[in-house]
């Protein structure tokens, strides 16, 4: 085995109709001369009747395969011989075409055999010798264009990977993994992220300590119930001084029991508390908008970038095609070689189309993953979602006829805001905050005249021992009843705390008024993002239609430019302004289509609803609520 500029040599392994090794006996022998001088190890191995046998015949330490056509094979013997290369994870290589690669082998550069030219060829050249012509004068070449074609399939299971310029050149089958993890939707991606996205879950914990605090603030309304205990120990000669009046040990062990009648500060920071929590609450609601917005514009943007992706592999097609019509047209002499310059020149530009289309693909799918709280780089199959979804009850294909006129969008724009105004939650946790501090403005005028009135009980045994435990001669009976209880009530009002008071009472009207005119204020915001966001979502969805039209408007001048050119009639710029013009229109109905998506997405979380969330029924309502809002307004609205 030869060694070549210090690399190690390939082995190959050739596997050979054993008809053509007895047709051509110096096959061997000539493919050794042929590579004699290369680094590479050849073996031949026939294939016959029996597969088994043609893979028990390749060597153990062979690291690659040559596969010439086979035609004796039949499909699925060439299947079985596929998957036992497979099997053993050998790279493959075939000389007859895509079919081959198609049935599992890994790689060609050889196109689509085309079985009808080769026949029509084969037909003028019997008509020719016919006609009188010599056999051996005609032309039995047949030139077919490469074009590398890699199943990706194949790839994935022989544990081979191509780099990123081998798969910008080449034409991939089976590029996505036949298996992924999932398969997820719009839907499921919208539903997924309000279960279990990290930064909602962070908002359940901090909710559920806000309920602790409401459970806080009402404990102090209820029953509080406490035992003490204590115990002292004196030396004996101070304790035979006081003559039993403080015992050289003494111990005690009590309970105390004790019950709030009325606070008015204590019952407002208990309702104040729950209106804080009813604030947090929609807090949590207000960022559970927001996460599965993010996670519908995500989901988007992946089928947007698969869109695109496929656009650009789709345009780099088109100019490999555009630069084989260029070689036809130098070879008969209608252009010179600066045109394949430039069509090669823009393939590489369109090869690094394609390489930023597959990482942004690549990156919307990480975005997808982390906001559901999945595997950063896990695999998973989309599904496509079109304008004709049922559950989007709010798109505008569904209530066009609500749009359909200034008049008739002017009165659907007031119908979402006023559902906006009901759903919203930022106006809602504003809604709390201003109940919040109305009471505690109400507790802060009642402290001048409501006092705080309780009531309790305490019972409190006692232990005596050692010198001065026992009472004096003159009163033999003082400590007979170790037991001490007390019955009490209090009532208390504060007359006057330094001006206190007064500027509670101030500070609590000054937050009010600030409150309330932060509530206006996200009214107005709100409102503003509802009208604005439907009037962008009204433009995209219009924008389809017209990209559309644009698209194919493009796309016929672009196979009526490319015939022109293939003829001789126009130059190379104006076919590369009818591809890039086509391109630019394709993208374009793309954009729209995901625009007006990513749009209407924007208009329910502005409102505070989504779709995706309504059941059937709810769903109707909102189309009879629709109505009816119409109605009243005056507009007789057609048939859908």
């Known amino acids: 085995m030869a060694r070549c500029h210090g690399r190690r040599p390939i082995r190959w392994k050739n596997a050979r109709d054993s008809l053509k090794t007895e047709a051509v006996p110096n096959l061997r022998r000539a493919t050794a001369a042929i590579l004699g001088r290369s680094d590479l190890d050849i073996d031949l191995v026939p294939v016959g009747a029996s597969i088994d046998e043609a893979v028990a015949a390749i060597p153990a330490n062979a690291e690659a395969i040559f596969v010439t056509p086979l035609w004796h094979l039949s499909s699925s013997d060439f299947d079985l011989l596929a998957d036992a290369l497979i099997e053993r994870r050998l790279p493959s290589f075939s000389t007859r075409g895509r079919e081959d690669v198609e049935q599992g082998i890994l790689a060609t550069l050889r196109r689509q055999e085309n079985y009808i030219r080769r026949a029509r060829r084969v037909a003028l050249n019997i008509q020719e010798v016919l006609a009188g012509a010599d056999p051996g004068d005609l032309a039995v070449e047949f030139s077919r264009n490469q074009a590398l074609t890699i199943n990706m399939a194949t790839a994935r299971a022989i544990g081979v990977s191509p780099t990123f310029y081998s798969m910008t050149e080449a034409e991939l089958l089976n590029e996505e993994p036949a298996q992924a993890v999932r398969t997820i939707s719009l839907a499921d991606v919208m539903r997924e992220a309000s279960r279990v996205n990290t930064d909602l879950l962070a908002a359940d914990q901090s909710v559920a300590a806000g309920f602790k605090q409401v459970r806080q603030a009402r404990g102090a309304l209820l029953p509080q119930l406490s035992i003490s205990g204590g115990a002292s120990m004196i030396d004996s000669d101070r304790a035979d001084q006081i003559v039993g009046l403080n015992p050289e040990r003494r111990a005690s062990v009590g309970a105390s029991l004790d019950q709030l009648i009325y606070s008015d500060d204590v019952k407002a920071g208990y309702a104040i508390q729950r209106e804080l929590q009813n604030q947090r609450s929609e807090e949590r609601a207000e960022l559970r908008l927001d996460v599965i917005l993010e996670a519908a514009g995500n989901y988007l ?119 906006a105004f009901e759903y919203s939650p930022e106006l809602k946790q504003l809604d709390a905050l201003v109940r919040a501090q109305e009471r505690e403005l109400a507790a802060s005028n009642r402290a001048f005249y409501v006092p705080t009135i309780g009531v309790g009980a305490t019972v409190e045994q006692f232990v ?126 793309a954009n729209a289509l995901f625009d007006y998506l990513i749009d209407l997405m924007g208009t329910q979380r502005a409102v505070g609803r989504f779709d995706y969330y309504r059941s059937p029924a709810d769903r109707q309502l909102f189309l009879d609520e629709l109505r009816e809002f119409f109605a009243v307004s005056g507009y007789t609205v057609r048939s859908p």
């Open 301 to 419: 943007d992946v089928l947007r970038a698969k869109t695109i992706e496929r656009i650009q592999k789709g345009n780099l097609r088109l100019t490999r095609s555009n630069l084989e019509l260029a070689q036809s047209r130098v070879e008969i002499g209608q252009a010179g070689r600066e045109e394949l310059f430039r069509w090669e020149s823009q393939i590489a530009t369109n090869r690094k189309a394609v390489v930023e289309a597959a990482a942004f693909r690549s990156q919307a799918e990480i975005a997808v993953n982390r906001v559901l709280n999945r595997p950063i780089e896990e695999t998973f199959f989309t599904r496509e979602v079109g304008l004709d979804d049922p559950e989007l009850v709010s798109g505008f294909e569904q209530i066009r006829p609500y749009i359909e006129s200034p008049r008739a969008f002017r009165i659907f724009r007031s119908f979402m805001v006023r559902d």
């Open 464 to 589: 005596r021992g050692g010198v001065g435990s026992q009472p004096p001669p003159e009163f033999p009976g003082l400590f007979a009843d170790r037991t001490n209880w007390q019955l009490f009530a209090s009532a208390q009002l504060p007359l006057f705390q330094g001006y206190s008071m007064r500027a509670r009472r101030g500070r609590a009207e000054l937050e009010l008024d600030s409150t309330r005119l932060q509530q206006e204020a996200i009214r107005q915001r709100v409102e503003e993002r509802v009208r604005s966001v439907l009037h962008q979502t009204g433009a995209s969805f219009v924008g389809i239609d017209l990209t559309r039209d644009g698209a194919e408007a493009a796309s016929r001048n672009l196979e009526l430019v490319r015939q022109r050119y293939a003829a001789g009639i126009v130059d190379i710029l104006t076919l590369l302004d009818a591809q890039t013009q086509a391109l630019g229109a394709d993208l374009a109905v």
